[in-house]
């Protein structure tokens, strides 16, 4: 018969044939360190998104509203990371990093947005601006 191992420590385990953890201890080192790491995942991202966000923000309150792509890039910014996106009835998609969103056009450009009102649908608010 297989002799089965503590799933933290690796020690063979005596007793009941379901058993998985010699103690509480190993246990709850275990559940803690899945914890962590799954935790550390979400912090990541998290932390991305507030980059974004960031980056965005700096630039609007300077009073740019466009820029390039690949200065995003440079600063750090990541385009996988947004919270969430519309479709302007120009059909460009528009992300956001929180209220602060972008709509990248087909030469590269980056119009950027600020949604005072991230309750209401981005995408019915901009059909004022593009009709
Ligand atoms: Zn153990």
Do not use: W
Not at 34 to 54: A, M, P, V
């Amino acid at each position: 018969m297989k002799k089965k191992l503590c799933q933290e420590c690796h020690t063979i385990l005596i007793g009941r044939s379901d058993k998985k953890f010699c103690d509480t201890y190993c246990k709850t080192a275990f559940h803690n360190k899945n914890y962590r790491n799954n935790h550390e995942k979400i912090r990541y991202i998290n932390d991305q998104l507030k980059k974004n966000r960031q980056i965005l923000k700096v630039l609007s309150d300077a009073g740019i509203a466009e820029t390039q792509r690949i200065k995003l890039l440079n600063a750090g910014f990541q385009f996988q990371y947004i919270t969430h996106q519309s479709t302007a009835s120009n059909k460009f998609d528009v992300r956001f990093c929180y209220e602060f969103g972008y709509m990248e056009t087909l030469n590269g450009q980056v119009i950027i947005l600020y949604d005072s009102n991230p309750g209401i649908d981005y995408a019915d608010k901009l059909k004022l601006s593009f009709n």
